[in-house]
């Protein structure tokens, strides 16, 4: 059975996304039930883990489209009432693509912007570049039905009443705070007077004071205010996470918080001091210090309440307040996180000079973090035994007291919870230890919490045999502490002890990936190699395969400079993909460099995941074509660049054609990627967000394509009468030879010109691809749509015989049909317009090259007789006759060679 697991480690941006998606959808009354039923069967409130979780059911993503008019099909509906929904992975599957089918139609609607081309492994891969993709979708889509239903977001009646308390409890809480903060530096300061030397831990609080009371005084200033500006406070402003001053604070509690278990310790001392003036100082100290550390944990308790009341449709300032939150959860986490380190310490201390009878292979020091620490009881013959039990990452320890065997429990609570960098009630005691069991966490199968007091876990010991342990504990906050250690491993998204994956009957799953072996070889290992080849052998239609390639760049072609091709395929080809995940019923995609891995442009074997990276320019494209759109836009990496993001703008309803032409797509992406050449213009990578289909990212060239150029010249030319510049043309059409590949789409718009002024290929097999996926039974659209610059010769096998043009095969393009397209883009630059350019429609072209007539000569200022000679060879009727790329660059050498010539009589 395949594996569902949440994405491991996702970086802090992921996290805040997940956290401020979650915010909106918690307030959503039809949305709440499906959170309600992870929370109650997987235990988890972590915002990353349960926003994965939800979304993995796969049916619970299609709420939010019922509520924009889109009801699921019958067969696809479930109540999340069910104590047991008992999704397996196909089901799941099956639920999620139907959501994005859905999101597909509704964006053809125009009811949810264009963005991400979302797939099924995209949530169901186990990849944090798929699960954004998935959470971008779903903002789309909150965001559209924001705008339909006004009222989508429910709150409590009395919501503005509450929120209006729980700011002033915050307000009120930060006075408490600084006036502890007081009250804790006069204690200190008196217990320091006449120590010498002082105590560093006591030397520790005193320095760090001050620097706690300058930023916690002005939180408390913009608290005041924005306690008068409802639902417009500056919540980056109030906690000022990027300023100097918190990063001050925030070292601050670290320094307090990794000094207090020595800090406790001499503090202690001065309990029982015969001065009662020092052992009262100590007592405020004790009482006052943990209470200090506490404050960001609070801060992100307060703030959760805040939002719980605050509506995104209401409030300018919602998602900076998610922002606050997840930043403030983040310290309080870390906090944590120092506080078990130093904890851990001290108790390897503590266990040595304690353990009675003990393991000898049990060593608290290599069981990674101690979590937690108390005394729980069992029933044993009627009487109720305490057990030291220590709760470290790796192993759970249970121990008895030897003094204490026989002794009942002494029912007298301790203070919960304990926090993070306190010493628990076990660690406290000083009685010797009787280790009675070790448990791997591993081994933890199952936490039943069968009353309000009762923890009862599950494990297979060494011989896998079953066994039980029920825990009593003496008050609810002590039970919630050990269920909230027990589940998510002090809280993170990384996942608990005991939150691994079951399938649908309940069972566990190993971690083992099927796939990940092999995605993880590189791309000349003997496995990898394999699948290329039988891809590419399988799939002779590529335009632009490697198989191909060697055919347009034969020997002799001395005046022609190769194009330098890389062969090899990066980590992570679609190829390797699609072959491993043949296994799990769908696609994995490839894995995107990590985000902080720089972009080496001179490494033509990398197509880059740009997706969120690439900011447009404008409200509109700056060119349109007849599939496709151009946007001006800004990469992120480089600010001073400017790219061009070129969109498909068809669109497919047939979810297995969509497939195929993803894939068709990316091969020729690929492709075209490897290609390296001065005179082939860069792909930089793709978007996703842009339209249907994964868009290009090229360099952004101002001066435009040669049709732009040249069509421009020569109208100033003839405006002015000026001399021509048809010879400098000449000139223009080596450059372009020197990149004659098989192209399918060649054209003047397709040559663009740096600013240096030398032409650069693109849009490789694009038109092509268009055509085969979504074309119509016009017979324009057979040869994408540029009939003015194809061959002529295709529109014969066309029209010809059978007079059903839908049911015509669109024909074989080959390097004969771009030598034909290079004589009529030669004719478009020398006269500086398109060929047939004296006739308006496509569809009436059609006629005239099915008549058998050809573009007008221009006049002989425009195109010599030599030149003229050179475009009619191109556009021989018998394909056989037209020369080959060897000849092509000999002719074109010698046409530049003489315009030289005549540039020197002439001028």
Partial sequence: MSLLQAPKAPSDALRREARRILARLDLIIEFRPWLEYIKRTKRTTAPFTLLWETFALGVSLATLLNLLGSPSPRDLTIDAEKPDLGLGLPHREKYFTNFIQRVQLLELQQKIKFGEVLRVQDLFGGTLSGFAKVLK??????????????????????????????????????????????????????????????????????????????????????????????????????????????????????????????????????????????????????????????????????????????????????????????????????????????????????????????????????????????????????????????????????????????????????????QAWELGPALQRTTPLNLVFAIPTPRLRVLRLTDSDTLELEWLDEANSPRTLEFNTTCLEQYDQWCSALEAKGGDDRGGILSEDEDAGGRRRSHARSWSLVARKGPRSESSSLLLQEQYASDQESLLSPNLLPHFFGPGSQDVSPLAINTTFPRGHLGTSEAVGAGLGFEIPPTPPPESEPYVEADPTMLLDLTGQIRREGSYPQAHGGFADVWKGVWDRQPDRWVAIKVLRSRLDDPQMERKMNKRLARELGVWKRLDHKHVLKLLGTVSDFGPYDSMVCPWLEQGSVSKVYGATRGHLVHDGSPTTALEGSQWIYLVHENLIVHGDLTGSNILIDDEGKAKLCDFGLSSIVVEFCGTSSLTSCIGGAVRWADASLYSLITDGDSDEAAQEPPALTTRSDIYSFGSVTLEILSGRMPYFYIKTDAQVVIEIHKGNKPRRPAQSFVTDAQWAFIQHCWAADPNERPDCVEVGRTIKALHHASLEFRRHTY
Avoid at 186 to 191: I, K
Avoid at 282 to 300: D, G, M
Avoid at 345 to 358: E, H, L, P
Wanted: with cysteine.
């Fill in 137 to 418: 979708t779903v903002q789309r889509v909150l965001d559209a039905v924001q705008d339909s239903f006004p009222g989508l977001f429910v709150l409590p009646n009395n919501a503005a009443l509450l929120r209006e308390e729980y700011i002033q409890e915050l307000l009120e809480t930060e006075q408490a705070h600084i006036a502890t903060l007081r009250m804790t530096g006069d204690s200190a300061e008196l217990l320091s007077e006449g120590m010498r030397p002082m105590n560093a831990c006591l030397e520790c609080l005193i320095i760090n004071r001050p620097l706690l009371r300058q930023y916690h005084d002005r939180v408390l200033q913009l608290l005041e205010v924005a306690a008068k500006t409802a639902l417009k406070e500056n919540w980056e402003q109030i906690f000022a996470f990027e300023a100097e001053a918190r990063k001050t604070a925030v070292g601050a509690y670290r320094s307090i918080c990794a000094n207090f278990l020595d800090l406790a310790d001499l503090l202690q001392g001065y309990l029982d001091d015969s001065q009662p003036l020092l052992a009262s100082h100590a007592q405020i100290l004790l009482n006052n210090v943990s209470v200090l550390l506490t404050r960001t944990s609070t801060y992100s308790y307060l703030l959760k309440k805040i939002l719980s009341v605050t509506s995104p449709a209401e409030s300018s300032t919602y998602d900076a307040l998610c922002n606050a939150d997840f930043h403030l959860q983040e310290t309080s986490e870390n906090l944590d996180e120092m506080g078990h380190l130093v904890r851990t310490m001290r108790s390897t201390r503590i266990f040595k000079g304690r353990a009675f009878t003990w393991r000898a292979d049990v060593d608290p020091s290599e069981l990674g973090p101690l979590l937690l620490d108390d005394m729980l009881s069992v029933e044993v013959s009627g009487k109720r035994i305490q057990y030291s039990v220590f709760l470290f990452e790796m192993m759970l320890l249970c121990c008895t007291d030897s003094e204490d065997l026989d002794k009942q429990v002494d029912e007298e609570p301790y203070q919960y919870p304990v």
